[in-house]
């Protein structure tokens, strides 16, 4: 093969393995979002409007929609990322049985959301487990009612409780990957200055996991602005989210433009959380990481 022509295959290998990749993001992530602003800002003409987003912010259900969400993302996070950190020292720690730990943390990768909600609705419910336990050991006289419509709190509250344990795991993973990459010596040079464990943890470790935190933040409340298929097991219409309302407008208003409208909206505020964690956890000047 003449070198002239297998340099110019080398050359094209990147974008012929990215291709496909390209492909599914183009049809499956590009198409649906331009065809999602076109809903939310043009009206049949094809005439810009903003009437679509004033129709929803009318709407009696949008302040408790925004709201929920933000104190969700707001418990939900700090409350993960802690877990998942005591997580990953765990596992990276050089403990006897460390393998075994890994595989507890990932079960719920293999659980849907749906099937997670379904099965912690079961725990909360009046005649399920939690109240049975609580009974049976004299603690309540009678069943209490946590996924009351009533009881707004006790509803964030368990879904909280199914996030936490559904999703830390995809931060516990990535923090792993993280931690894999600093490398031992900072760790022997800390230990060595006799450094205790919560210094080497504040001091040496959270500022070399800068990039895998990043990374795991914006992930995460990402994914925490579309949390809606739990919410929807555990407290059904008792509590509503910003995904739950673009799924109400579309499914039950049949009002597609209302729920491109949502959809819009949890697209500008993951983007502005994930300026937000760029620039709050950018490299300091001069430092390598």
């Known amino acids: 093969?003449?070198?002239?022509?297998?340099?110019?295959?080398?050359?094209?290998?990147?974008f012929l393995l990215i291709l496909p990749a390209a492909l599914f993001m183009l049809a499956f992530f590009a198409y649906p979002m331009i065809e999602a602003f076109r809903l939310a800002f043009l009206d049949a003409n094809g005439t810009f409007t903003l009437r679509h987003f004033q129709a929803i912010t009318r709407d009696v259900q949008f302040g408790p929609a925004v709201r929920t969400t933000l104190i969700l993302?707001?418990?939900?996070i700090p409350v993960q990322f802690v877990i998942a950190l005591v997580m990953a020292l765990l596992v990276q720690a050089k403990l006897k049985g460390r393998g075994l730990f890994l595989y507890i943390y990932a079960i719920p990768l293999a659980v849907s959301e749906l099937a997670a909600g379904i099965v912690w609705a079961s725990i909360f419910t009046d005649r399920g487990f939690l109240n049975s336990l609580l009974v049976s050991l004299g603690i309540l006289d009678r069943p209490f009612l946590f996924l009351s419509y009533q009881n707004q709190g006790w509803?964030?509250?368990?879904?909280?409780?199914?996030?936490?344990?559904?999703?830390?795991?995809?931060?516990?993973?990535?923090?792993?990957?993280?931690?894999?990459?600093?490398?031992?010596e900072y760790l022997e040079a800390a230990d060595v200055f006799g450094a205790s464990t919560w210094r080497k943890v504040t001091g040496v470790i959270l500022?070399?996991?800068?990039?895998?935190?990043?990374?795991a933040l914006i992930l995460r409340t990402i994914l925490a602005f579309q949390v809606f298929a739990v919410a929807l097991a555990v407290a059904g219409?008792?509590?509503?989210?910003?995904?739950?309302?673009?799924?109400?407008?579309?499914?039950?208003?049949?009002?597609?433009n209302g729920a491109a409208a949502y959809a819009t909206i949890i697209l500008i505020l993951s983007i502005t959380s994930t300026i937000f964690y760029l620039y709050v956890l950018r490299p300091k000047a001069g430092e390598n990481v």
Do not use: C, D, H, K
């Open 207 to 215: 500022p070399l996991l800068r990039p895998s935190l990043q990374v």
């Open 1 to 14: 093969m003449p070198l002239a022509r297998r340099t110019r295959r080398v050359q094209y290998a990147p």
């Open 73 to 76: 993302i707001v418990i939900l």
């Open 237 to 256: 219409t008792g509590l509503t989210l910003l995904a739950a309302e673009a799924y109400r407008w579309y499914g039950s208003y049949r009002n597609p």
């Open 155 to 184: 509803l964030i509250v368990a879904v909280v409780l199914v996030e936490t344990w559904r999703a830390t795991s995809i931060i516990m993973v990535i923090l792993v990957a993280g931690l894999q990459s600093i490398p031992n």
